[in-house]
């Protein structure tokens, strides 16, 4: 089962916070990067952190979108090894795309953002929809 | 006009002699000799071997440097648009002067290169490098192995895109092409399990990353009886390197006594590596091999005993088969010698 | 579970006054489609207008961006109906008999978000890459009404294809079929007192399960919320699974490719020759790491239970299912059951980078759909379903992708079933 407790989410995604915040203890870094979160959630695992959800969660690729929601544990426990190779290969995945030069619209921002918030809502069984109308995010 | 070949052969090839005429000299000849043939045959006249280098196997390996000069100042002058190597199936010196006079012709000259051998050949290490194309392991594999080199050098020289390597016939060289099988990937997968579960060969189509990976031994309970042994990719030799240890490639492994030496100081010790700055590690060579800490433990009873000699050569750029070798042999030394555990540092 | 599929091969469509199925030519009434469709309280809710056009093989003509894929299909005998828990009721399907309008297929296309992509073209050099460019479309283009969210929007497009879809199939139901083929698979005991000597075999079917756009169905249920379960390989073809993604279009499974699902036609060509072919096993691609720990756990003992020898593992999409990919394999080969795995690989544009985010020795016989990020340039058509400006945005497009021309310069995953993970495609890498 999944409780909101012993969990943290490390996030860069303003739409996480906006609906989340009242359920689950986030820690929003705004305006860092999609590899900055990788980088601060793999120095996380290496200290002995848990890492909860896949890093490369959805299929908007590393060089498309800049938002990024990861969940970790709040208790320092053995540092996993399968963890650390998980983080090293995703920011090593995620390096390898190449940058697109694309400059996005506040549109296109806010679909990025709200992927990122229904893969987050996805792995944590949280009801996506009803987190949006109950902030009362109504067209976004 | 036709396209024009410079080819290199060893002494063996060229009909020169075997084993006892590997020190020759490279030298240079017009025209074709021996498997020139067997290209010219498949190119049909759209290519031409002008020029055919020959060189002994053993002048190659010990005159590296001046072999290398020699051949890239000709094909230079020459001007070819390919150079090919080889074939040398599994003749391993053969295969290593192949691969690395192609390299260097390529990387000082920059006209397409291309060589062919038995995959286990060591030279086949260069496969990420230089296109090698896959041959027998013996001179019996010349009336296959010479079509399909002679078929890519041509498309090489005419410039045309590189398919994939199953395609084109050449060793997969970690850049990944995409092309049509004439099946699809669910019948193709159906296939490969019947092979598997049938015990039959079959080919993946994407070979996991090779890590190589070694199995740590068991946990030692008790350090304070084992002779302790040490080992090192990171060059450590005493001062002068009096093996000549190369700075890169190494061919060999060195092994050193340490007996009497309670550290290794920069008055007796430094580094061959080529490949990184060697400025911090000839100062002071424990940070390389730590000698100095162990003899502490030493004394202080938490090791039983450092064993007396430590084996050393340079990872950088070595081939894994020769770094194999060398493990292999020096392992055998330190069992014999009564060696229980070993530390291997690298750089 | 026995199922009889009846081939009506379609050669041709055409917009009619009339629906029907003759002579190979299945001919279409908009109007008609139209109001099936709009018979649903999402679609009602959620769509403004829904347009047809037709697109065929060898034409100038782009469709884009596209959400789904489907074969027009019908139950003619058997309980249940297609698309059972969506369309039909829940009623088990995969006995009985299935009209199939062979050649034909309904796409969907309409943009839910703003860097969405899948691209179909029906010539060129794209054409060359997605199987829909050999079938005859019927495309449907649906616009939102104004303000409607995206999650409401992706349910009413499925829907609204689905529909379409079903109401297509059923003009299959009283035609003849040119060709009836029979798919059937045995209870544990009796396959194995009918094949004794015989590999026993399953598939491994892995559902892209992780968000909007990233969600598959399973008899109508959000396959996120499944434990790895069993579903005979003929449930399939009756619309038993149904995609709900589309980013990252070029190795997402369509609904088309669940009804045709090609690791399962291939084993049945095998079935009862040199395997014994026993049933499908699916898990998903959740992003929790407890529920890949659990849902590869759970695989594993299914095989294992089911007596397996061997499993053809395929995977849907990259990065975080690469991981599932490489639990199901490990933890099947750990107990003695031997694997192939499907995957595709995003290589670079190069294709000098790592293939694949997770790997391990085990994994020695894969099967690769290519290398996602190989460049493509496709020229530009005559004419475009759907609309271009989300080009640049997408997965696989750049800054200046769309050029002035209207050709477009992008990666591979951009274009609809590409790199296809079941292994519908030729396409390899080396």
């Known amino acids: 089962m999944k409780s909101p407790h012993r969990i943290r989410i490390i996030t860069n995604n303003p739409l996480v916070v906006t609906v989340l915040s009242e359920y689950y203890t986030i820690e929003y870094y705004e305006g860092i990067g999609y590899r900055d979160i990788l980088v601060k959630v793999r120095d996380l695992v290496y200290s002995g952190y848990e890492l909860l959800t896949h890093p490369l969660a959805g299929s908007v690729k590393p060089n498309e979108t800049m938002f990024k929601s990861i969940v970790v544990g709040t208790d320092m426990k053995a540092v996993e090894i399968e963890h650390c190779n998980l983080m090293m290969n995703a920011i090593i995945t995620c390096d390898k795309f190449k940058p697109r030069n694309v400059t996005y619209s506040d549109y296109h921002i806010k679909d990025f953002q709200l992927i990122d918030y229904t893969l987050l809502c996805g792995a944590l069984d949280f009801d996506a929809i009803a987190g949006l109308s109950k902030a009362n995010i109504n067209s976004y | ?255 050193y006594d340490i007996e009497g030496w309670d550290s290794l100081t920069a008055d007796g010790w430094e580094t061959a590596h080529g490949g990184y700055d060697p400025v911090y590690a000839n100062e002071d060579s424990n940070r390389v091999l730590p000698v100095d800490v162990l003899r502490q433990m030493e004394r202080e009873g938490k090791i039983g005993k450092l064993h007396r000699y430590f084996y050393s050569t340079v990872g950088n750029g070595t081939a894994v088969a020769s770094s194999r070798k060398f493990a292999e042999e020096y392992a055998k030394k330190m069992l014999a010698a009564g060696v229980q555990a070993c530390i291997m540092t690298s750089t | 579970m026995k199922l009889e599929l009846g081939f009506i091969k379609i050669n041709d469509v055409q917009f009619s006054n009339e629906c029907a199925v003759k002579d190979g030519i299945l001919y279409v009434n908009p109007e008609d489609v139209k109001a099936f469709v709009y018979d649903n309280d999402d679609v009602k809710s959620y769509i403004k207008s829904i347009n047809f056009d037709i697109a065929k093989p060898g034409e100038s003509v782009r469709i884009t961006p596209v959400k789904d894929v489907i074969e027009p299909r019908v139950k003619v005998e058997g309980p249940g109906g297609i698309f059972p828990g969506v369309i039909a009721k829940v009623d088990t399907v995969g006995s009985g008999r299935t009209h199939v309008l062979k050649g034909a297929a309904i796409v969907t296309a309409g ?259 290519g290398n996602a990020n190989m460049e493509v340039v496709l020229p530009p058509m005559d004419k475009v379903i759907g609309m271009l400006d989300y080009v640049d945005y997408c997965s696989g497009g750049h800054a200046g992708s769309l050029r002035p021309d209207g050709s477009i310069e992008a990666e591979l995953q951009i274009i609809t079933g590409a790199t296809n993970e079941m292994g519908f495609n030729c396409m390899s890498a080396r």
């Not at chain 2, 060893?10 to 005429?21: L, P």
């Not at chain 2, 006209?111 to 001179?139: C, F, Q, R």
């Not at chain 3, 190069?350 to 020695?364: E, R």
Request: hydrophobic share 40%.
């Open chain 2, 1 to 255: 006009m036709a396209f024009r070949v410079v080819h290199y052969i060893n002494q063996f090839f060229a009909n020169v002699g075997g084993e006892e005429m590997a020190h020759i000299p490279a030298e240079l000849r017009e025209g074709k000799i021996g498997p020139g043939l067997a290209f010219e045959t498949a190119w049909k006249g759209e290519a031409v071997i002008t020029h055919t280098i020959v060189c002994g196997d053993s002048f190659f390996a010990e005159h590296e440097k001046e072999a290398k000069e020699t051949v890239v100042n000709w094909v230079k002058e020459i001007k070819p648009d390919l150079f090919i190597a080889g074939p040398a199936f599994n003749a391993g010196r053969y295969g290593y002067a192949c691969s690395n006079i192609a390299l260097e012709v390529k990387q000082q000259v920059g006209i397409p290169v291309l060589t062919g051998m038995y995959v286990e050949n060591p030279g086949a290490d260069y496969k990420d490098k230089i296109l090698i194309v896959p041959t027998a392991n013996s001179a019996a594999g010349m009336r296959k192995g010479a079509p399909m080199m002679a078929a890519l050098g041509l498309k090489l020289m005419k410039g045309e895109k590189l398919g994939a390597s199953c395609e084109d016939n050449y060793m997969p060289n970690g850049v990944r092409v995409n092309f049509f099988e004439k099946e699809r990937g669910a019948k193709r997968a159906v296939k490969m399990l019947l092979n598997k579960i049938n015990g039959k060969p079959f080919v993946t189509e994407f070979p996991m990353p090779d890590f190589d990976r070694v199995e740590p031994g068991k946990a030692i309970p008790d350090m304070s009886k084992v002779v302790l042994g040490l080992a090192t990719s990171g060059g450590t030799v005493p001062k002068g390197n009096p093996d000549r240890i190369e700075a890169s490639n190494a061919s060999h492994y060195g092994e």
């Open chain 3, 111 to 369: 943009k839910i978000v703003g860097f969405q992509e899948g691209i179909i073209d029906m010539s060129g050099e794209g054409a060359k890459y997605t199987p829909f460019s050999k079938t005859l479309n019927l495309v449907m283009v649906a616009e939102p009404v104004e303000g409607t969210k995206q999650h409401d929007y992706e349910r009413a497009v499925r829907f609204a294809g689905l529909r379409a879809a079903t109401f297509v199939g059923a003009l299959g139901k009283d035609v003849e079929p040119d060709e009836v083929k029979s798919f059937e698979t045995y209870g544990i005991m009796e396959g194995a007192k009918l094949f004794p000597e015989l590999p026993r075999v399953g598939y491994v079917h892995m559902l892209q399960t992780q968000g909007l756009l990233h969600d598959t169905y399973v008899y109508g249920v959000d396959a996120k919320r499944i434990v790895a379960t069993l579903i005979n390989p003929t449930e399939t073809m009756d619309g038993a699974i149904l995609s709900g993604n589309c980013v990252s279009a070029t190795d997402k499974n369509t609904t088309y490719h669940h009804l045709n699902n090609p690791v399962v036609a291939e084993l049945f060509e095998e079935h009862g020759k040199s395997l014994n072919y026993v049933c499908n096993i699916i898990t998903n691609e959740n992003v929790y790491l407890a529920d890949k720990q659990r849902g590869s756990d759970w695989a594993a003992k299914l095989a294992k239970l089911l007596d397996l020898d061997a499993v053809i593992i395929s995977e849907e999409g990259f990065g975080n299912p690469d991981a599932d990919l490489i639990m199901n394999c490990t933890k099947q080969e750990k107990q003695g059951i031997k694997t192939v795995l499907i995957t595709d690989e995003y290589a670079g544009c190069d294709g000098k980078s790592q293939s694949l985010a997770d790997s391990d020795p085990l994994a020695d016989a894969v099967v690769t759909a």
